[in-house]
């Protein structure tokens, strides 16, 4: 039987406040000391009333407009009534039938392919407490620090159809809130958490058969992991002939690398959904939702193809530039950068027609291989980078100036991201320039002509090899600081010179 997954999400993105969504405290989560970021009113205690907070508010409207949502022009809190051990008042201040967002999009790249998601809605709505399970041991302990904080419910159409898509989806969302800065979304963290809803149909059938809720995935990689695993598990269950009869939630088991059954997925009727008395509706003007769609950021998706169409960069370059705001924005200081220098007096002399696009280039490969190889090998991020975008501009000149060989260029560029050291300062500490011709050079060069006179004729017979090795003898004299390019000119005119004082 051919069958296709269908899957949906349901994402919590925790917006980064300074304090929490319906009272004063301060909105640190986890890392403080345990129930120390609490008050009466986080904790649910009677006769306590909460007060909105407009940041998270305006946060959520940011985030709907970048998800291209239609904006709730009237929306409203709701209180979502259920009994867990870290929902100490009995219910979750929440959004039900008047979300801030809804019928948005997001549209994701897999290799040459773009795909539109849909998104169902968008609300805002205060996290639970966090239970904490000592090993070994019988009981649990609540931390409420958590409890109260700001976040965005992302609820997606069904329209995903592989664990890679649904990974794809995550991680360009994750892009999207931090070029917005509204939030870290840092998954393993935390800040951005995500439930799938999945179910296998029959290709063909437009059916939807009931849907298995998975949680408990704490990274992009068990994100697809989780799917892939529920995706055999259901059809197993499909050609047995018994497949899924009712909606279900079951927890990922990372270690073990499978799902387990938790309970029956609950329906909306269960939560006994009513409007929150305590809280006024959230009203947004038209003037107010222009004013913030005016202030939106250039998202990730706008910058690929600014940097695509404007610079000439191929696709998948721009793709692995903007996948960190803090990448995107050094490569565009050092592209600005570079075009002053082009600019300028220093430069009158270059007769280069095409050297904006060569300067792009090198920097395009030097970020995307050099730079990020750097990033991994010293497991920083790219906001801790020292290399400054004048000294990563000052470094490509050097190289498109051939100032400095591959090797040098090296060297240089990992003390610059070691020490944030000046290029020049480095070059001139280690005597790493080139050697690009004079008196010292021919005298080197005359001296390799004439210890391998055997190879000389043997290159004028035409046997082009025989330059190579010329070339890697003058290289080896001079300790490789010579250019390549300059020894092999040099080298032909002289043996040419040479044959023309015989004849």
């Known amino acids: 039987m051919n069958l296709e997954p269908i899957i949906g999400l349901e ?13 004063n405290c301060r909105n640190a989560g986890d890392p ?6 609490i008050c009466p009113v986080c904790l649910g205690h009677p006769g306590t009333l909460p007060v909105a907070n407009y940041q998270a508010i305006e946060w959520a409207l940011v985030a709907a407009l970048a998800l291209h949502c239609h904006i709730n022009h009237n929306s409203r809190f709701d209180r979502k009534n ?36 849909g998104i169902t809605r968008l609300h805002l709505e205060e996290d639970s407490a966090k239970l904490v399970h000592p090993e070994k041991e019988n009981y649990s ?12 419910e992302i609820v997606t159409e069904p329209d995903i159809k592989t664990p890679e898509e ?14 917005l800065d509204i939030s870290d979304a840092d998954m393993e963290k935390g800040h951005l958490r995500c ?34 695993f529920e995706i055999e598990r259901q059809k197993k269950l499909w050609e047995e002939g018994n497949p899924p009869s009712g909606q279900s939630t079951r927890g990922w088991d990372d270690k073990k690398g499978v799902t387990l059954e ?11 959904y009513f409007p929150e008395p305590d809280l006024p509706p959230v009203h947004f003007t038209k003037k107010q939702i222009e004013a913030v769609k005016e202030k939106l950021p250039e998202l990730p998706d706008e910058k690929r193809k600014r940097f695509h169409l404007q610079l000439g960069i191929p696709y998948s370059q721009a793709l692995v530039i903007s996948v960190s705001k803090p990448l995107a924005d050094f490569f565009e200081k050092t592209i600005t950068e570079l075009k002053a220098w082009v600019a300028s007096k220093e430069n009158k ?38 290399i400054t975008p004048e000294n990563m501009a000052e470094f490509i000149a050097m190289v498109y100036k051939d100032e400095i060989n591959s090797s040098a260029a090296q060297t240089v560029l990992k003390e610059m991201f070691e020490k944030g050291s000046d290029p020049s300062q480095i070059v001139e500490e280690k005597d790493l320039k080139q050697l690009s011709g004079g008196k010292e050079v021919e005298k080197i060069i005359a001296r390799v002509i004439s210890e391998n006179a055997d190879v000389v004729k043997t290159y004028q017979a035409g046997k082009q090899n025989a330059l190579q090795f010329l070339i890697g003898q003058v290289m080896k004299e001079t300790k490789g600081k010579v250019n390549p390019k300059i020894a092999s000119e040099s080298l032909i005119k002289m043996i040419k010179n040479d044959v023309n004082k015989q004849d």
């Open 11 to 23: 994402i919590h993105v925790q917006l980064k406040t300074k304090s929490k969504l319906f009272c």
């Open 32 to 37: 403080d000391h345990p129930n120390t970021n």
């Open 82 to 117: 259920y009994f867990y051990p870290d929902l100490s008042k009995g219910y979750q201040i929440t959004q039900a039938d008047q979300p801030i967002g809804l019928d948005g999009r997001l549209i994701i790249t897999l290799g040459e392919q773009r795909k539109r998601i």
């Open 141 to 152: 302990l609540v931390d409420f620090n958590r409890a109260g904080t700001p976040l965005v």
């Open 166 to 179: 649904a990974k794809t989806f995550l991680q360009e969302l994750r892009l999207i809130m931090q070029y």
């Open 195 to 228: 439930d799938a809803n999945i179910s296998l149909r029959p290709i063909g059938d437009k059916k939807y058969y009931p849907k298995t809720e998975v949680k408990n995935m704490n990274s992009f990689r068990s994100v697809e992991r989780a799917l892939k």
């Open 262 to 272: 938790q309970r029956q997925k609950e329906e909306s009727h269960d939560y006994r």
């Open 349 to 386: 002399d270059c007769v280069d027609e095409n050297i904006e696009k060569k300067l792009i280039k090198l920097t395009v490969n030097w970020i995307t291989t050099e730079i990020l190889k750097l990033l991994r090998e010293y497991r920083k991020e790219p906001e801790e980078l020292k």
